[in-house]
């Protein structure tokens, strides 16, 4: 059986304990914990065990490490594929919907609301119409309104007209005052 060529010095495998504490993904603290152990001499029996890897795999992040260091461990996954709308896209978006009032971006015959603020119904509109994207939730609407710097809010559930108990007492203790 062949020596392992691949050991690491104390500085390199402290760094890359560094880099674990650091990390918060998963997957780049699997490849930083593979490559320190096969790193210190335990054997890759052991490894696989602990990291719950492949031989194959124990290798790759090894040989990554040595090309980059620890930044070659980091994950490089973007979740571009992921995205219905394209950067450029979630781009566009955010600019139309800050330099335009809602009625200017929808027809007022298909907004949901004819009020002064764009609604998630008319977002939804817009994404259609616009890109031929359509979310299956409403809740990744409301994250695409606020990637464009907009919040949204929650109309209030009370009767508003009425007013408020706070406001009738005080006026009740200035009358009393005279």
């Not at 990390?23 to 490894?47: F, H, M, N, P």
Request: with cysteine; net charge positive; proline share 1%.
């Amino acid at each position: 059986m062949a020596k392992r060529q691949f050991q690491l010095s104390e500085q390199e495998q402290q760094a890359i304990q560094e880099a674990e504490r650091q990390t918060r993904d998963a997957y780049e603290l699997k490849r930083l914990q593979g490559v320190r152990l096969y790193g210190s001499g335990l054997s890759s029996r052991q490894i696989r065990a602990i990291v719950g890897c492949g031989e194959r795999s124990l290798r790759q992040w090894s040989r990554r490490y040595r090309q980059a260091g620890v930044a070659g461990l980091k994950s490089q996954w973007q979740g571009e594929n992921a995205l219905k709308l394209s950067r450029t896209q979630r781009s566009d978006l955010t600019q139309g919907l800050q330099q335009a009032q809602p009625d200017q971006v929808i027809s007022t015959e298909m907004r949901i609301s004819q009020g002064q603020f764009g609604t998630v119904s008319d977002l939804q509109i817009v994404v259609a119409q616009r890109y031929g994207v359509e979310y299956t939730t409403r809740d990744a609407y409301h994250a695409l309104l606020k990637e464009c710097g907009f919040s949204y809010q929650h109309p209030e559930k009370g009767y508003r007209s009425q007013t408020e108990a706070r406001v009738v007492a005080d006026f009740e203790a200035e009358l009393e005052k005279k």
